[in-house]
């Protein structure tokens, strides 16, 4: 496995392999890497190379959020990449991928300023130039995201159509511990009685999926019986649950046949993101 962080040495490694006809699959993280991570790696092996990015983005951070903070161990990331089969690290550094003159952005209407996108201003803004960059530099065949950031996968489905990319996004499933708390490398600040609170999480993401399963349609209800549940907990603050359309992220009024389940909550002073989704009711 290589370690690169040059974006031209990145660039001719992309060129050698499309010049040999490989695929690539490509996995962006921001490195702290778990079992959430490794299962997109797993479902890229079905490409012939690998390349993972580990870029802790500056551009998707707000001014009081956990940018400094934000866990890094690329010695323990660079281990577990190679036993899972990972061909490249893609580890650039901030200053290559923003020079100082740098002023071009992507950014996206409608869907990119609801749920976390209304609380995170600037975040998808964030979120879609780097991947514009980085899916110029690694030039894959697919990339491969997680269902937990289901606002952040439908936001890259819509810029891959609105701007004819040349590539097949794949969405994997939310990966959870044992006792269902979804992974994230944001877990890690949670100390044992936060993160015994945030159970909370899934449990009210069960709850809502239960009660559409068993026929609720008023997203209200759902929401207040989800929000009950998360105030059970004392450490947990609401940041939203909002009964979405998975497409658009538009609230719904009723449920039709579509519908995902966003919630973002704060135990302590960790914002915890966790969802459900259904796509096809009876
Ligand atoms: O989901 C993440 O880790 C980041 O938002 C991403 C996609 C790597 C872009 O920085």
Redesign the pocket.
């Known amino acids: 496995m290589q370690l690169i962080s040059d974006i031209q040495a990145m660039s001719e490694q992309i060129d050698k392999w499309r010049k040999q006809n490989l695929s690539i699959g490509f996995v962006?993280?921001?490195g702290y890497l778990h079992e959430g991570h490794l299962s997109l790696v797993k479902a890229a092996k079905e490409n012939d190379k690998v390349v993972l990015?580990i870029?802790?983005?500056p551009m998707?951070f707000g001014p009081k959020e956990d940018l400094a903070s934000y866990p890094r161990d690329l010695k323990r990331d660079t281990k577990l990449c190679e036993e899972n089969g990972v061909d490249i690290i893609f580890s650039p550094t901030a200053e290559q991928m923003y020079p100082q003159n740098f002023s071009t952005y992507v950014d996206m209407n409608s869907i990119s300023d609801k749920l976390c996108g209304a609380s995170r201003k600037g975040h998808f803004r964030?979120?879609c130039t780097?991947?514009m960059k980085?899916f110029n530099i690694v030039r894959p065949h697919n990339v491969y995201?997680?269902q937990k950031?289901a606002q952040?996968c439908a936001v890259?489905k819509h810029m891959i159509e609105d701007l004819n990319l040349n590539l097949k996004l794949k969405i994997c499933p939310i990966i959870r511990e044992e006792d269902k708390l979804a992974k994230s490398?944001r877990n890690v600040y949670l100390n044992e009685k936060e993160r015994k609170a945030a159970l909370v999480l899934s449990k009210a993401i069960f709850l809502g999926e239960n009660l559409v399963k068993n026929g609720q349609r008023n997203p209200k209800i759902i929401i207040e019986e989800m929000k009950k549940e998360l105030l059970k907990e004392k450490l947990a603050k609401i940041d939203y649950v909002s009964l979405v359309h998975p497409k658009t992220m538009q609230e719904l009024e009723w449920i039709e046949n579509e519908v995902l389940g966003a919630i973002a909550v704060f135990i302590g002073k960790t914002r915890l993101i966790d969802n459900f989704l259904i796509q096809e009711l009876q």
């Open positions: 962006p993280t921001m990015s870029f802790v983005n998707q964030g979120v780097v991947l980085l995201f997680g950031d952040q890259v490398s």
